[in-house]
């Protein structure tokens, strides 16, 4: 896993949005008191450079946002989809494994359904980022067990005959159920890179800076535009990173998909 996405995931989406707000107006404050140590006020010519410049920077930031709010949807889409494809496959593997007439048949039934538990449980976020890890760490183990099981069981479901139709149709199937899982856990660990997080901020603390600096000329700081500007601006950084957070975030991926499949072909209670 990315680790400077990690240490982010550990700090509180309501902190990180009052330090970028915080960082944004002392870059401001910095350039307007640059500009009038260095800059020359009244010099009409200077100030429309100065302003053509800060329109320059505001349209690469607003690319910058753009490009990386764009990257981390995407990745949240793929999970999305990833949950649902690896629902489909779980149940046409168990649908599949009902038609095998044999005990094996009927256990692999039963471990399809534990295993779907367990990808739901997987995907429940928690509260502390160390606790998601390790609990991360716990259901990959289970989930791998599971999945070696389930290929053993698959192996003597069709041990009696594996060149016919049913036999190759159910080993496809399971076959899918194991790739999506891969699938599904990169796409988890898919995370916006930490180096473009950390240039965003930058550049928007840049940006707060020469809007301050443009300012200056004018020696009035319009603390009530600029203000809402940065709160935006925090913002929509905040929202990147929520979207970044695949477990423990606020913008969530839904499970209706692989929780209706539980509930159909789940583990009954008591059952182990």
């Known amino acids: 896993m990315n680790e400077g996405a990690a240490l982010l995931d550990g700090a509180s989406l309501w902190g990180i949005a009052a330090v970028l707000g915080a960082m944004f107006w002392l870059s401001s404050e910095l350039g307007f008191m640059a500009h009038r140590r260095f800059g020359r006020s009244g010099a009409a010519n200077e100030a429309n450079d100065e302003t053509q410049v800060l329109a320059t920077a505001l349209l690469l930031l607003a690319l910058l946002l753009g490009f ?4 981390a949807l995407a990745r949240h889409d793929a999970r999305r989809a990833e949950v649902i494809k690896e629902a489909n496959d779980i149940g046409t593997a168990w649908l599949r494994a ?4 044999t005990p094996a048949g009927k256990a692999l039934q039963g471990r399809l359904g534990v ?8 995907a429940e976020a928690h509260d502390d980022a160390d606790d998601d890890r390790r609990a991360d760490e716990v259901m990959r183990s289970k989930g791998t067990a599971l999945r070696r099981e ?6 003597a479901a069709t041990l009696p ?10 080993v496809a199937a399971v076959n899918a159920v194991i790739d999506t899982a891969t699938t599904r856990e990169a796409a988890i660990d898919a995370r916006v890179p930490s180096e473009v997080i950390i240039l965003l901020i930058v550049y928007a603390c840049v940006s ?17 535009a600029t203000g809402v500007l940065f709160v935006l601006l925090a913002m ?17 991926v839904s499970q209706k998909a692989m929780l209706g499949l539980v509930a159909d072909i789940g583990p009954k209670p008591g059952a182990r």
């Open 208 to 224: 707060a800076f020469l809007i301050g600096y443009v300012l200056g000329a004018y020696r009035s700081r319009h603390r009530l």
């Open 150 to 155: 389930i290929w053993d069981l698959t192996a």
């Open 161 to 170: 005959d594996r060149s016919t139709a049913q036999s190759a149709a159910l």
């Open 98 to 101: 009902g038609l095998v007439e």
């Open 68 to 71: 990386t709010f764009s990257m």
């Open 236 to 252: 929509t950084i905040v929202l990147i990173i929520d979207l970044d957070r695949p477990q423990n975030g606020s913008i969530r």
């Open 115 to 122: 295993y779907a538990a367990t990808r739901v449980a997987k």
